[in-house]
């Protein structure tokens, strides 16, 4: 069975940072693209960051230059940095797996709120 789990939300003022982790299990994380997507309350759902089986990245615009995102094989894990965080950024962020464009697996989320 494919799950996933995200953990390192949290509050942080502006300027600050938090590095968020996606626990993969039910299939290596190294032979597919892994991707973090985010959620503001009444807004629609963001793609933030992705990684594929090649270690090649891609980012939002958004987030470029702030937000880096890696992986571990031996731990099965994605990671999100985020850095220089916005008040914008404040969302739930979910790992996900997609096929042909469309979301097949997310995780329960992360909350990540960024306020002074």
């Known amino acids: 069975e494919v799950q996933l789990v995200e953990s390192g939300g949290g509050l942080v003022q502006p300027g600050g940072s938090l590095r968020l982790s996606c626990v993969a299990s039910?299939?290596?994380?190294?032979?597919?693209?892994i991707t973090w997507i985010r959620q503001a309350p009444g807004k629609e759902v963001e793609w933030v960051s992705s990684?594929?089986?090649?270690?090649?990245?891609f980012d939002a615009d958004s987030v470029k230059g702030r937000f880096t995102i890696s992986r571990d094989n031996a731990k099965n894990t994605v990671f999100l940095q985020m850095n220089n965080l916005k008040p914008e950024d404040t969302a739930i962020y979910h790992c996900?797996?997609?096929?042909?464009?469309?979301?097949?697996?997310r995780g329960q989320g992360t909350q990540v709120t960024v306020s002074s």
């Open positions: 990684i594929d089986r090649y270690y090649s990245t």
């Open positions: 996900a797996l997609a096929s042909g464009g469309e979301i097949t697996h």
């Open positions: 039910g299939f290596p994380c190294s032979d597919t693209t």
